[in-house]
């Protein structure tokens, strides 16, 4: 099978991105340098809490699946999950690998994440940019995701 040309597929935001640049186009040309990065970390704050929410429900379903399939070390409920980073080709991302989950007794079970949950990291690295020895936190109970 060939090789789709990038010029020729159609990003599932292309669409999107036509509409705003003909609504905002003009005057983001007005915007300095200075303006137009200002924006840009309003917009990723906003992506990163709206990938945080994301994240956090799926955990939360997780974690419970986990707890009551016996994957976890701990029948206890899980209150909080670390995911450590892992360093890719094209930066560095949180991992969904052995992250660990807290239970509400103190002990901690190593589990991977399925794909949701790695889907759900992957989008919140692109905006969050971790550091390799940055680790995530999301507090199941609060609704808290920290780094």
């Known amino acids: 099978m060939p090789v789709p040309d990038p010029a020729v597929v159609h990003h599932p935001f292309a669409a999107l991105q036509r509409e705003l640049e003909t609504l905002l186009g ?13 924006l840009s970390a309003l917009c990723e704050e906003r992506m990163a809490g709206r990938f945080s ?7 939360r379903w997780e974690a419970v ?5 016996g994957d976890t070390d701990s029948k206890s409920p899980v209150k909080q999950v670390r ?15 052995s992250a660990e989950f807290v239970h509400a007794d103190g002990t901690v079970s190593e589990l991977d994440c399925g794909d949701q949950v790695a889907e759900h990291l992957a989008d919140l690295s692109s905006v969050d940019h971790p550091d390799d020895s940055d680790t995530l936190t999301v507090d199941l109970v609060t609704g808290l995701v920290t780094h």
């Open 26 to 38: 003009t005057w983001l040309d007005t915007l300095d340098i200075d303006r137009l990065c200002a």
């Open 53 to 59: 929410t994301s994240l956090l429900k799926t955990l």
């Open 65 to 69: 699946l986990a707890v009551a399939s």
């Open 83 to 97: 995911f450590g980073t892992s360093t890719w080709d094209n930066g560095i991302f949180y991992s969904e690998m």
